[in-house]
């Protein structure tokens, strides 16, 4: 997978004459920016909590079905009301993962796996930020979408509407002409991975859910288990078994990486030991201590589950020496991932553009970007509770120069980059305009309920110059090129099309961003100044 990446990144670089992007440290890196003319402040200028506000926003924009009373995005409306129909089942809600209309099942079930996470990890801050009410709401709406789905114990529906079809249309979700289509997994077309990441999501929003709602936290509890022994026992690729989703979310680390994921969170939910012992008996022959990963996405999970355990065997909730020593391995192979980003590494760490942002792919970057924060800011947390450093190859880590440059690739994200762009679309005073999104791009169903057909919104409103109608606010779009470089165009979908999955991890970043006193409570503040100077 790293030489993938690699090879990836190389080929970027050709295809825009460029030079290896330039590796920055000490006065040679403050040199480097000054001669970019840079003008953007890279401290103390954004509203963190305003962020988090907007990054929640984002998933009312990608509901599909009934839109509640409450519903803030006023631009929308109900949609998909029939799915699942023809199957004979209620497959009606959940959400769009990015600018079409197809309910693909494994980024939906790894965006609520992330939105969970950041509720465990900082519900203090998104509470005090006023927040936890619309976390909890974006997390609900995909679970009570799951809870449908999982129509029989060996049974979850995996996808609505196809890719295919829904590429040729550009039209409002509230028009949809398209197919809806819906494919299923069960015991004769298995698919570990969707399963096991949906255990996971369902796993740790029981977690979320504990203290608020212990009924609807048992229920997916209840889902949780039996979808990781459907996983477990009937064991294969779901893009085997539904294979028109393999041009759009096609499983490439296979399925191992999901089982391992979904026991850690089952064990994160229940305290069982059989989900400990599973994720050590199955540590090698599943690769958990044996790739080393520089990625964290909705297709590859090794870096969240050597996270996870690396955490289990801080915290001491091993039984025995045995459990540890491979507890122990997980940690180095996560200790790996944070090093390779940290640029850390002998020889094998992750690209960055010349501004410094992490460069892993051409398409769509800003998703391991955001996943990559979010790992940082939780790994300096634990390594900080129990006073531990980080060794790397190339030097030992604080817990601090974690957040430093978790908190530094955000503030890039938010404006501090060399093109002054908001990649949050709705903050700050720049941001991209043109979103590749059909419902953004064409004037609100809700101010003229005029049916727009499939070709129509590509012959009347994809081609326009002017800005989208609607403000697809917090969504994270795909980001700049490897030299910084974005053209803010909606037919540039590589660069402009946003996806929940972007948005989902950056939730507990901005929460923790959102709680600290800049000049006090910042524990990256005092170990690189040159993340926190203005130019």
């Given at each position: 997978m790293e030489e993938e990446t690699t090879a990836t990144t190389t080929q970027c670089r050709r295809q825009v004459g460029a030079p290896k992007p330039l590796r920055f440290s000490g006065k040679c890196r403050l040199l480097i920016f000054f001669s970019f003319s840079v003008t953007w402040t890279l401290a103390g200028a954004f509203d963190y909590a305003d962020a988090l506000s907007k990054s929640l926003l984002y998933f009312e924009s990608q509901r599909s079905g009934r839109l509640p009373y409450n519903q803030r995005v006023t631009w929308r409306d109900h949609s998909g009301l029939t799915d699942g129909l023809e199957q004979g089942v209620d497959l009606v809600g959940g959400y769009y993962d990015a600018g079409d209309h197809v309910k693909f099942g494994l980024p939906m079930a790894f965006t609520v796996t992330m939105l969970s996470w950041s509720v465990i990890e900082y519900r203090r801050e998104i509470e005090a930020a006023g927040e936890?009410?619309?976390?909890?709401?974006?997390?609900?709406?995909?679970?009570?979408?799951?809870?449908?789905?999982?129509?029989?114990?060996?049974?979850?529906?995996?996808?609505?509407?196809?890719?295919?079809?829904?590429?040729?249309?550009?039209?409002?979700?509230?028009?949809?002409?398209?197919?809806?289509?819906?494919?299923?997994?069960?015991?004769?077309?298995?698919?570990?991975?969707?399963?096991?990441?949906?255990?996971?999501?369902?796993?740790?929003?029981?977690?979320?859910?504990?203290?608020?709602?212990?009924?609807?936290?048992?229920?997916?509890?209840?889902?949780?288990?039996?979808l990781f022994e459907f996983g477990e026992k009937f064991r294969g690729k779901y893009d085997?078994?539904?294979?028109?989703?393999?041009?759009?979310?096609a499983s490439v680390s296979g399925y191992k990486d999901e089982l391992l994921w979904g026991a850690l969170w089952l064990y994160e939910a229940t305290d069982n030991e059989q989900y400990l012992e599973y994720v050590v008996k199955k540590a090698h022959c599943f690769g958990g201590i044996g790739w080393a990963i520089s990625e964290f996405s909705w297709d590859v999970k090794y870096a969240g589950v050597q996270l996870i355990a690396s955490k289990v065997l801080m915290e001491g909730r091993h039984k025995n020496g045995d459990e540890a020593k491979i507890l122990k391995q997980y940690q180095s192979k996560a200790e790996y991932y944070l090093c390779t980003i940290l640029n850390k590494n002998n020889g094998s760490n992750v690209e960055r553009t010349p501004a410094g942002l992490l460069f892993v792919r051409q398409w769509n970057n800003m998703q391991y970007v955001s996943t990559a924060s979010f790992l940082l800011t939780v790994y300096s947390d634990y390594l900080r509770r129990s006073n531990h450093r980080l060794n790397c190859p190339g030097g030992t880590v604080e817990a601090g120069d974690l957040f430093a440059l978790a908190k530094q690739q955000t503030d890039y994200i938010l404006g501090a980059n060399p093109q002054n762009m908001s990649y949050l679309v709705g903050f700050g005073p720049k941001f991209p305009t043109r979103v590749h999104h059909r419902g953004a791009s064409i004037e609100s169903y809700r101010e003229n309920k005029a049916f727009i057909g499939c070709t129509q919104g590509y012959d009347n409103w994809y081609g326009r110059q002017d800005p989208n109608p609607n403000v697809l606010v917090g969504a994270v779009v795909g980001g700049p090129d490897c030299e910084d470089n974005f053209a803010d165009e909606r037919g540039n979908y590589m660069q402009t099309e946003a996806c929940t999955y972007n948005t989902a991890p950056l939730v507990g970043v901005f929460a923790k961003l959102s709680q600290l006193d800049d000049s006090e409570s910042d524990p990256g503040q005092t170990q690189d100044p040159l993340l926190h100077a203005s130019y």
């Open positions: 936890l009410e619309h976390a909890l709401e974006a997390i609900k709406w995909g679970t009570d979408y799951f809870i449908k789905a999982h129509t029989s114990p060996n049974v979850l529906w995996a996808e609505v509407g196809d890719g295919d079809t829904d590429h040729y249309c550009w039209q409002r979700p509230e028009d949809m002409t398209t197919s809806r289509q819906a494919y299923k997994i069960d015991e004769s077309s298995p698919g570990s991975d969707l399963a096991g990441e949906t255990a996971a999501a369902m796993a740790a929003a029981s977690i979320v859910f504990r203290k608020t709602n212990r009924h609807y936290s048992h229920l997916l509890l209840h889902h949780a288990q039996q085997g078994s539904v294979g028109i989703v393999k041009n759009y979310y």
